[in-house]
């Protein structure tokens, strides 16, 4: 069976004053179908503007661009999957270990049950400490082989396109969920095989419970 990759990028930030925290997954067996797209956005959408634009990203954007890009991903044999994060008000520290815990849970089900060989994640930090910091709490919760034998890789998004395709996933859903544009999540929906809500505190909560106390996450 040939190989399943998955890309996951985020939109929002846990620590804003946004309701929801996004996490968006493009999953592809061919890497090339998602190479087209963001090279074409690039040529028929921005034009001469092009080389003005060094990275497409979904907040960089105008409009056009994103519904674009969107129907493109619509277009092709992917399957979105989407996880959104309800903070409930609350204010929520941005560091390494709190998104570790929403990137593990989203990994767990990944390679559990969509079936993901190889998973790209959107390099969200910088310093090595916090590097360090987010693949610790990564092998707390899914187990030292995955982070050894590179099951998931960080990487930036002008380096493997199909992250930024994941960035637009994500910034479709923020749209939707934190200013209530729904356009470009109704463009994918035909995409989408899995979309989950899920607590901020039930999350921490399973996270920071004793081991067996709880089902799993």
């Known amino acids: 069976m040939p190989e399943l990759y998955a890309y996951i990028d985020e939109a929002a930030n846990l620590a804003d004053d946004n309701q929801f925290f996004i996490i968006g997954v493009v999953s592809t067996h061919s890497k090339k179908e998602l190479r087209r797209i963001l090279k074409r956005a690039r040529k028929v959408v921005l034009g001469k503007s092009k080389r003005q634009v060094p990275e497409i990203k979904s907040s960089r954007v105008a409009q056009r661009v994103s519904v674009y890009v969107i129907k493109k991903l619509a277009q092709k044999d992917v399957a ?10 609350r204010r929520v ?3 390494p270990q709190n998104y570790g815990l929403v990137l593990a849970h989203t990994l767990r089900y990944g390679f559990n049950f969509a079936g993901w060989s190889k998973v790209w994640v959107d390099e969200k930090y910088n310093k090595e400490r916090d590097r360090r910091a987010l693949e610790q709490i990564l092998r707390r919760f899914l187990g030292d082989g995955v982070i050894d034998r590179q099951s998931v890789v960080f990487a930036r998004s002008e380096k493997e396109p199909g992250l930024g395709l994941a960035d637009f996933v994500a910034g479709a859903f923020y749209a939707a969920c934190n200013q209530g544009d729904g356009d470009l999540a109704k463009r994918l929906r ?9 607590l901020w505190r039930e999350l921490k909560q399973k996270a920071t419970a004793p081991r067996g106390s709880v089902g799993p996450m």
Not at 80 to 89: A, T
Not at 190 to 195: A, G, Q, T, Y
């Open 93 to 95: 520290q941005d560091t």
């Open 190 to 198: 035909s995409k989408v095989v899995m979309e989950e809500k899920i």
């Open 80 to 89: 979105v999957y989407v996880w959104i994060v309800d903070k409930e008000n």
